[in-house]
């Protein structure tokens, strides 16, 4: 079965930077799109990030344009996020997502499962 | 950028009740919406996609429907576990905007 972890979370000062990983198991991960989408404490779902199977085509929400990096590395079946310059407004938990699709770099769909999240905290 | 609103943002129902959830588009999205379920502490589950398909596994008790910029999300007698918040989402422009999420509690 699907099976989608997080990890990196953790407490963080603004300014500094951090990785989140995503261990994907149970499908070829190589062959899907893969989403960051977060969740500040009490509130909506906001999408941050995806990327297509191959790595081709990435695109952010605006708030994290030039500050947030999303990657993979399928021999590794895992994907990432890479956030510096943390501001106080990025706080919440962090999911990663999957696309539905077979290989296709088309990145406008929806997400058919969802890790447990993670949870990042910028704070001085 | 797209918006989408839900209503109520709270609804109280029973057991065995049927409710209705809205979604509203600011502009027109065609079926391009999916409906999510979410439980404290638990990620979203998929629900319905494309407005109105049954994701597998979901139970029949759940429909969608609607295009352009009015969706609804219908439960038909709800059961204890359909208690949670459910989101709606526009995903065929960037950047996948959420609704604000309708908590569904217990009357």
């Known amino acids: 079965q699907v099976q989608l972890v997080e990890s990196g979370g953790g407490v963080v000062q603004p300014g500094r930077s951090l990785r989140l990983s995503c261990a994907a198991s149970?499908?070829?991960?190589?062959?899907?799109?893969m989403h960051w989408v977060r969740q500040a404490p009490g509130k909506g779902l906001e999408w941050v990030a995806v990327i297509s199977y191959d790595g081709s085509n990435k695109y952010y929400v605006d708030s994290v344009k030039g500050r947030f990096t999303i990657s993979r590395d399928n021999s590794k079946n895992t994907l990432y996020l890479q956030m510096t310059s943390l501001r106080a407004e990025d706080t919440a938990v962090y999911y990663c997502a999957k696309d539905p699709r077979i290989m296709t770099t088309v990145t406008l769909y929806y997400f058919d499962y969802w890790g447990q999240g993670t949870l990042v905290t910028v704070s001085s | 950028d797209i918006q989408m609103t839900q209503s109520p943002s709270t609804l109280s129902a029973s057991v065995g009740d049927r409710v209705t959830i809205t979604c509203r588009a600011s502009?027109?999205?065609?079926?391009?919406l999916a409906w999510y379920q979410q439980k404290p502490g638990k990620a979203p589950k998929l629900l319905i996609y494309r407005a109105s398909h049954l994701e597998t596994g979901v139970p029949s008790r759940f429909s969608g429907s609607g295009s352009g910029t009015e969706f609804t999300l219908t439960i038909s007698s709800l059961q204890p576990d359909d208690f949670a918040t459910y989101y709606c989402?526009?995903?065929?422009?960037?950047?996948?905007?959420f609704g604000q999420g309708t908590k569904l509690e217990i009357k």
């Open positions: 502009q027109s999205i065609s079926s391009w």
């Open positions: 989402q526009h995903y065929n422009t960037y950047p996948y905007p």
């Open positions: 149970g499908f070829t991960f190589s062959s899907y799109g």
